[in-house]
């Protein structure tokens, strides 16, 4: 299978290799636990670095694991450009000429890291591959535009999100996205029509703007001193501000109250699973009534009890068996 590999930074004399484009299909690496290995320094790859690489390359093509791979699963991580941003990503399992391929998108505050061990444990129990990355401004991707334009899920569902797909050479997908990611794969599904896109799992996506959703964010606002700055940096590096104040500064702008994507869930044909938590602090169980009542195909809500925002660390085995048996039942091939 001819992929047109990114060079690592080995390979390109940057030093030490701590940009990373390799690919690693070694069974024992692949069963290590992504959440407990050490998390790279956030800064120890300056972005302007990968841009420098990466302008050399002629071509924007991801590096999957090869057909040896195609039974177990692999990872590889790497860059590439998208809209003249750098954007880190990460493959789990078999290539996407073997198999489906699941995509994560993430939160609001999240990044490749952030997911843990969920992206690599669901390719697991369905032997799809897993696509995750960290959109611009996120994790170890290069910066992002700021302040958030209002339209900044539609950007990243519209323009972004497609680039990479016929990157990564994806065949059939199943977007998964948690929080803002959710979201976007709403819009996505909704507006694009990708017949590509077999099936939408969301979690604590938002449609709508609600009370709740701008009290949260007040709250964490309250937070972020004193106890929620030292998770993000460990995530994003000197980019953690940006990340948080980007975030809220949108959502409690007064042009933001009335937004809503509540017109786009028409669109959605494909089958899809809504997920909340029963205590999500961002969003009411009216969120999930608006996504499956508003799209056109078939549709499953889950309400997760005793669960916050983040069902797939807060709830993980479960979520991992409502979402597998959701998927496994589409025999998708």
């Known amino acids: 299978m001819p992929f047109n590999v990114m060079r690592t930074a080995r390979e390109s ?16 690496q692949s069963r290590k636990n992504y959440a407990s290995r050490p998390l790279p320094e956030p800064d120890a790859s ?3 670095l990968m841009r420098a690489m990466v302008a050399r390359e002629p071509a924007h093509q991801i590096a999957r694991p ?15 450009v998208v809209k003249g941003q750098i954007i880190e990503w990460c493959w789990f399992g078999p290539p996407p000429d073997a198999a489906p391929t699941l995509v994560f998108l993430h939160e609001a505050l999240g990044c490749v890291a952030a997911w843990r ?7 697991d129990r369905l032997g799809f591959g897993a696509f995750v990355y960290s959109r611009a401004g996120f994790g170890r991707s290069g910066p992002g535009v700021l302040p958030l334009p209002p339209d900044y899920h539609q950007r990243e569902a519209l323009e972004c999100l497609p680039e990479l797909v016929n990157q990564a050479g994806i065949r059939q997908a199943v977007l998964v996205g948690h929080s803002d ?12 029509r990708d017949p590509r ?11 709508f703007n609600e009370d709740v959703t701008i009290q949260g964010i007040e709250a964490a606002k309250r937070e972020y001193r004193d106890s929620f700055r030292q998770p993000l940096t460990r995530y994003h590096g000197n980019k953690a501000s940006a990340v948080f104040w980007g975030w809220s500064d949108i959502w409690l702008s007064p042009a933001f109250r009335s937004w809503t994507i509540a017109p786009a869930l028409a669109g959605i044909t494909q089958p899809l699973l809504a997920v909340q938590g029963e205590n999500d602090r961002y969003g009411t169980l009216a969120q999930v009534d608006a996504i499956v009542e508003g799209v056109s195909g078939p549709a499953e809500r889950l309400i997760m009890p005793a669960c916050g925002h983040v069902p797939h660390l807060e709830k993980r085995d479960e979520l991992l068996d409502a979402v597998a048996r959701f998927v496994g039942s589409l025999e998708l091939a």
């Not at 090869?66 to 590439?80: I, K, L, M, R, V």
């Open 13 to 28: 004399g940057l030093g030490n290799g701590s940009i990373r484009g390799s690919n690693r299909p070694a069974r024992d």
């Open 181 to 192: 990611g959710g979201t976007m794969a709403l819009l996505h599904a909704g507006v694009m």
């Open 46 to 48: 300056p972005w302007f």
């Open 117 to 123: 061990s969920f992206p690599r444990l669901l390719a």
């Open 66 to 80: 090869g057909p040896s791979a195609a039974t177990e699963t692999a990872e590889s991580t790497g860059f590439t």
């Open 197 to 207: 896109v077999r099936a939408v799992v969301t979690m604590a996506a938002h449609v």
